[in-house]
């Protein structure tokens, strides 16, 4: 290397060495679809599903670079990007350190702009070059600040990482805005762009006041964590190793997800009921509540399901180790059965899912969007078995690869998030191979067989876990009762059965985990003894 | 090793091999440790200490081989083994967001043999603030705040993986010494593996070596410091034979005096010593530091 800038750029190649080609890939698949679109018939319908899939591969591959041109790096012992020590030491201006990778990002976008406009003239019939631009290379600003921010907290990063992604997930859902924007375009691209100056100004004093120490190289949130995550005083004994496991490790986690959650349905309803007065300025508070209600009924359920699977894998982890699923020496060397430790993260779901699904099924119950508030009706029957299904699958992804993340080889969020994103595809596809119109027919072989391995597997897996010792005949009962009557009530209490038949309640049954969670303790001992 | 020694072995390996990838982590060890004592596991960097430890914690399973703690495989009965030792790992991981009084409380649930007021008397001896949080407790606090989860439940075996690293010598001496000694003295057993090799020598009863995964040496320390000699030698001409004398272990020095550390029979050294017409200029007995020198770097020795 010539120049240490030279070694700065050959390390930013190398360090995304994973990303170029998946960026490549991404823009071949463009370009093989837009191709294919052109030949399409204009109201094919497949052709529109071949754009979506065009627009997404393109917003997929703008949001691979936001994290990848920071110089945040795996952590030998977290496995996870954090800013080492390193780059702290390099006899470079710190200015390099901060624009080098900020720059460079900027390029790869702008190329990956340029090269996908034309085929995004033929994927989704427009493409607005500057806001194109405008977003990505704010959004990556932000990125590179919240890395200098939180150099040394990889926790905070990613966690601010993933609100900002939810964010742009949200931001469509406001497609009531839309109407307006033209007005504004100009305007904000151009606070876009002075937003990015600053950002880029404010990442290079971040970057200093970490060189010389003068930043601790996180957000001062730590206290208020601690103060979440604080178990409750408690003076007496616990009575069990169980007890110990729910108030210490269960209890704090549960906490932070009750508020969260709380926080993020007191925003949506705070947007629905922006939405609602804007749209109906003419309705009663009382009648815009009831929208506000409704908009809740509709929206909060795939929020609640996005949720819980952030909480399913937090499920996955250790307590209050980040994205750490290996067993700390200390944890592994108590005294306790693995099916002690798996009890406590499927209670800790199991918590979760009622906290948030419980209260949805009982302002359902007394919903009716025909009457307004009032008694009973098929509006709520058709209501009450819809949200049974969202529960179901909701379950299904919560628990996710739960069983594989408990298994402790796993590690580090870009892993975490491979491993669910799997189990997510194995959920879609098993509704969509299963979404079956009509009479089922030979279908129900399908169902018998799949249902008969489900049963099957979850059978051989306690069975084991009970004769290695790993699980108590507790566990057992309480696994099995406990799955039981949450799919009864999914099935005969949200009456799924008597409003969508046989089929959907076989899907239930089908959907809702059983064998991953008997898999648990196997997966928990595994972790333990490697 | 004391009054209390019985026939059954607290641990017992036998056989047991490990490998990370390539690299061989335990080549076939084999060792028993008997009831009461301080066993001090000794060996550089890498040599597989911590490993072999993990086994005998059932963390890591027997691939091939055995481990018995308390006459039971670690891993499938892991409660009933874990319940009576008391462990301090190398890397002090305890849960961060604890604090000191809320470690105890935790910790208390698991261990019915919990002893409250030890654990409140060793938390006064090791100067910590009940309310102080884990994560801002410096590494010597850490390795006191393991030390006292490790010992509050009054462990049958109490098994320390570097315990200290991080502690300064005052502490060492002062605390951990002194823990050690008076645990091994109320008959229980204590294994604890250290780099440090004046540590190991002023607490151990019984000394295991390792290095490059095999197990070169274990024998009672005033043993190994009995049969082991420094024995300075003049030789009339220069030669490399040294190292075929009986006991031999390492050779040092040239090219007419050396230095030899030995061990086995004495005789039959100064026979063949007289034969290559040597003469021994001094003989005392070597350090445990040349010993632990001697036997880890045996396969390789060139030092001239």
Redesign the interface.
Known sequence: MRTALHALVWELVWKNRAVIPALALLLILGGALAVTVRQAPPDAAWGNDLRSIGVVAFLTSLLLTFGSFTLMESHSSWRMNSMATRWFILPVRTAVLVWLPLVSGWLVTLALVLLWTPLLRILAGRADLPLLLALPVFLMAVTQTVAWATPRQPGQYWSIMALLSVLIVVLPFFSWLLPRWQNWRTVSIGVLLGGTLVLGVVSCALARLNRCGDWPGGLPIEGWV?LL???GR?TR??R??A??LLW?DAL?VLRVFTLSWLLLALLLAGCGWLMVVSRRPELAVAAQLRHVAFVAMEVLPGFAAFWLIVWGMAAGCE??AGFRTRF??????????AGTVAATRLQQLLAAWSLVWLPLVVLAQGYDFGTGLAGPGTHRLTLLSSLGWRMTVSAHAMVGALPLLLWGRLEGFPTLLLTYIVAWAGTWGLVQGLAVEGDPGWHWWVMASLLAAKFGVAAWLLARSYR??HASARFVVSLVGGWACVAACLVWVLPTLQTDGTWRAAMVILLLPLARLAACPLAVAAN??? | MNANTTNEPVIAVNNVCRRYGSKLALADVSFTVRRGGVLGLVGANGAGKTTLIKHV?????ARTGTVQVFGLDP?????????RLG?L???R??????SVT?LV???????PGWD?TYAEKLRQRFQLLPDA?IRTLSNGELAKA?LL?ALAHRPELLVLDEPSSGLDPIVRREILEAVVRSVADEGRTVLFSSHLLDEIARVSDYVAMMAYGRLVLQAPLHEVLETHRRVVVRLAHATRDLRQLPGALTVSGGPNEWTVICNGNRQAFLDQLHGLNGQVLEENGATFEEIFHARVTLPATEDQ
């Open positions: 601690a995550r604080r178990p408690r004994p616990f069990s190793a007890g110990a210490f704090p307590p209050a700390s020496s200390f944890r592994a060397t108590l005294p306790v059965t290695n010792g333990r003894h490697r | 914690l059932g963390l890591l399973r891993v499938p009965h892991s409660v009933e083994v874990l319940g462990y790992s190398e890397d991981d305890l849960p961060p967001w604890m809320e409380r935790y910790s208390q649930a698991f261990y409250a949080r393991g989860v």
